[in-house]
């Protein structure tokens, strides 16, 4: 057993058991989504494995500052993913974050679930859910270890890729020792720190700079509440030529402010909604996303609203009444 997980055992056996596995990850994937399931599928996939992964998306297109990650080649369209022996559900805090593939999961015999988000639903048959860990990369990489699996520089760089993006680049609360001693464990399995941070950190288009300026010069801050806030609008992607999975570093210029303990970033979707992205450096947001049918940690969080200015007030409102 580890984590203290009961169904760490039964998730490693099924695993073992499994011919064919359907690795999946949230909608809209981040890098420890990412890194997450391409490392489980490159390893599952050295155990012999019949493997596919995929996340519940229009298409599995890979943000461009994750497309030099190893593994991609497993890669299978939403609706191409085979009826697995096991579904593997890789940070997803509840089943709805599987998107389309909520569905295959449904109808596959086993479903394990692998997260580490406060609030996980539990919607497997076997939840090994760990909120104290950095990422879920940190857990899959003790899965695999305890799969057999021989951790290779692919799958370090793909599991060092989770822990430094989950962890802030090892600036947030959730770096613990342990945490610092498997990043140093993937690098000497062959992990090119500076290499990584430069095509995760340093690969923005031209664009995204402009973009930054539009966000930074309109940033809202109400001093009392110690609440910054910002958006990004469909006009501002559509004229600075940045997509909008490349957005999301953003969020982290919004909070650099000392003036500020809590940072929301309002972004514009198709539909007219704003996803609104939050951090923290101590009040819970988890609690302030969870309250509007959002998810997330308690210093970083997320949720849908219809509307911005509002929704803004009303988070000025509830941390002013803590
Ligand atoms: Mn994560």
């Not at 514009?268 to 997330?296: F, H, I, L, T, Y």
């Amino acid at each position: 057993m580890r984590f203290d997980s009961g169904d760490w055992d039964g998730a490693v056996a099924a695993l073992t058991e499994a011919h064919r596995v359907a690795v999946a990850c949230h909608v809209n994937p981040d890098g420890d989504a990412l890194g997450s399931l391409l490392a489980a599928s490159l390893g599952l996939a050295q155990l012999g494995k019949e493997v596919a992964a995929s996340w519940g998306g229009s298409s599995v297109e890979v943000p461009f500052s994750f497309s030099f990650l190893p593994g991609t080649d497993l890669l299978v369209a939403p609706g191409d993913l085979p009826e697995p022996d096991v579904f593997l559900a890789l940070d997803c805090g509840a089943a709805h974050r599987l998107g389309a593939l909520e569905e295959v999961a449904k109808a596959s015999p086993c479903v394990i679930n692998v997260d580490h988000h406060p609030g996980n639903d539990n919607f497997g048959d076997l939840n090994v859910v760990v909120t104290t860990v950095s990422s879920t990369a940190e857990m899959v990489t003790r899965l695999l270890q305890d799969l057999g699996v021989t951790l290779d520089e692919d799958m370090a760089t793909c599991l060092y890729v989770g822990i430094v993006t989950d962890t802030g680049r090892f600036q947030y609360s959730n770096s613990t020792p342990d945490t610092l001693r498997l990043a140093a464990d993937l690098l000497s399995l062959g992990a090119d720190a500076p290499f990584i941070a430069q095509e995760v950190y340093e690969s923005a288009p031209f664009g995204s700079l402009k973009l930054m300026g539009r966000v930074l010069d309109r940033a809202v801050l109400h001093e009392e509440e110690r609440f910054v806030y910002s958006w990004i609008t469909l006009a501002d992607l559509a004229e600075t030529g940045v997509a909008a999975d490349e957005t999301d570093g953003l969020i982290d210029a919004v909070r650099s402010t000392r003036a500020a303990d809590v940072a929301a970033l309002f972004k514009e979707q198709d539909d007219g909604n704003w996803r609104v992205s939050m951090r923290s450096k101590g009040p819970s947001v988890g609690e302030v996303a969870r309250a509007r049918g959002g998810g997330g940690h308690e210093l970083a969080a997320g949720f849908t609203a219809d509307e911005r200015e509002a929704t803004a007030a009303s988070i000025v409102a509830e941390l002013r009444s803590r």
